[in-house]
């Protein structure tokens, strides 16, 4: 029912045209307690250290770490051949974008690692690697390679101190055996040379890595999803290398993930327990 008080507000043929919305009230008990909140004091000052100290402890710990979010879109990127991005990450290792037909050729001096991360790759000998398949080419070795598609891959120059030196062959790896690391975490190994190791690793829903050391240089990418890092989350396409000798703090998934590792796995990671529960030994 329209107010008594509101006269009718007519168009350009005279009938009269649809109320106005009102005025909203005034605000009652809720708004006064929203205002009483605002006007109160500030953080209190003990909570507020504490605060304080913990970014202050998280910036130390992960000052000695590289984090690109979002390499692809940083601007930095070399064009190594006609249809070919490449966009840096860490010393030797880098994420490339190669268009539809696209050629890569190259011989490193040490070994080369490769992930497709998105795409296929067509090998000239006739092999070809999809999503998540690894390769990891002895030092010398020629690469001749074209993308069949949009192909996004990660490449990694170990160089002549390795950590990886690669076997007397070209080897090709699509995964297919996952293994339990701890409960909601599985990994499938890729390559391993004495305590360095390459490997993907699938997170489920909740499952969470606790706090370990860095014996080795570790390198984390995102090949799916998303991943805390203790304060950081980690974006699908997001990188970290983390040098021997820093700390990472909890690594925790809230949902479904999948990280492509290379480091070393820290004793602190492993539930050997759960391990031996599902079948498989435990790890050193």
Known sequence: MKPAHAPD??????QALPLPHARAAEPGPAGALGAALRESSPVPAALGARLLERVRGQRAANAPMLTRRRPLQQGQAEAWAEGVQAHPLHGGSWLLELAPGARLNGRGSGALELLVLAG??????GQALHACGHALLPPGTPLRASATGPLRLYWREHGAAGPFQAPAAPQ???PQTWQPLRPGVEICPLHGEGAAISLLARFAAGGRV???????DEECLMVEGELFMDDLLLPEGGFQFAPAGSLHGDLFADAPCLLFFHGAIDPAAVDNEHRQTQGWPALG
């Open 9 to 14: 507000v007519l168009d350009a043929l005279g």
């Open 120 to 125: 296929r790759l067509e090998l000239e000998d």
């Open 172 to 174: 090709l790896h699509t």
């Open 210 to 216: 606790p706090g370990h050391p860095h014996g080795l």
